[in-house]
Every structure is written in structure tokens, then in C-alpha cells.
């Protein structure tokens, strides 16, 4: 079992920034690749960005690349979320995903095998 818990979440004005962060306990977290996603009121959860096991490759949401970026310290068992220049669109609830079965890090949400409970990030015109 891995148990994942996300934290940074607000209420920011336009153009601010937010960190979020993912906190794992349970299985090896090295042994993960980590996904970040976001579901809007009424919308599908989305991909967001996703990182390998060793940091070293990241993947993003053409929504977000060049404003976000992943990263992970597997010393902390954290992944990250480093959010820059935040729309109103960006508002959702965000939530991190662990897989284990996987060297690459899927973009569809049905890969993962576990899940945070979701942090809340409101952007205001």
C-alpha cells in the first residue's frame, strides 16, 4: 500500500505562484513514477505533468509546459509541483498519483494505481 498526501494548495490571484507538494509513505517511492492531474468542476480529471522514478525525465500538459514544473526528492519521498504564472483556468483540485508498474509515466489516469486525496488551487481574475 502507498499512502500519498498533497499540501500547498490556496487562493491566488492571477499570475501568482503555488508549490505543491506530495508526500508518500508505504512502498519504495524511488520504485514510482509520479503523475500530477487536475479536475475542474464539471470536467474530466486532466493530465497535468509527470515525472520517472529518477527525476530525470518530466512530462508535461501543453496546457502548463513552460509555466509548471515537476520534480521529486526521493530522499523526502515528495514530489513537487512548482506553479508559476497561474490562470483562472488552472483553478481544480489537484491530485498526485503513483504507478509502480511502469518506466515511463503514463498521461491517462486509469495507469495509476494510487492516489492523494487532492489539494484545492483557486486562481482569481
Known amino acids: 500500500q502507498v499512502q500519498l498526501v498533497e499540501s500547498g494548495g490556496g487562493l491566488v490571484q492571477a499570475g501568482a505562484s503555488l508549490r505543491l507538494s506530495c508526500a508518500a509513505s508505504?512502498?519504495?517511492?524511488?520504485?514510482?513514477?509520479m503523475g500530477w492531474f487536475r479536475q475542474a468542476p464539471g470536467k474530466e480529471r486532466e493530465f497535468v505533468a509527470s515525472i520517472t522514478r529518477s527525476g530525470i525525465s518530466t512530462f508535461y500538459a501543453d496546457s502548463v509546459k513552460g509555466r509548471f514544473t515537476i520534480s521529486r526528492d526521493n530522499a523526502k519521498k515528495t514530489v513537487y509541483l512548482q506553479m508559476n504564472s497561474l490562470k483562472p483556468e488552472d483553478t481544480a483540485v489537484y491530485y498526485c498519483?503513483?504507478?509502480?508498474?511502469?518506466?515511463?509515466?503514463?498521461?491517462?489516469?486509469?495507469?495509476?494505481?494510487?492516489w492523494g486525496q487532492g489539494t484545492q488551487v483557486t486562481v482569481s481574475s
Open positions: 508505504g512502498r519504495i517511492f524511488s520504485n514510482a513514477v
Open positions: 498519483a503513483a504507478d509502480f508498474s511502469r518506466t515511463i509515466p503514463p498521461t491517462s489516469s486509469r495507469a495509476y494505481d494510487y
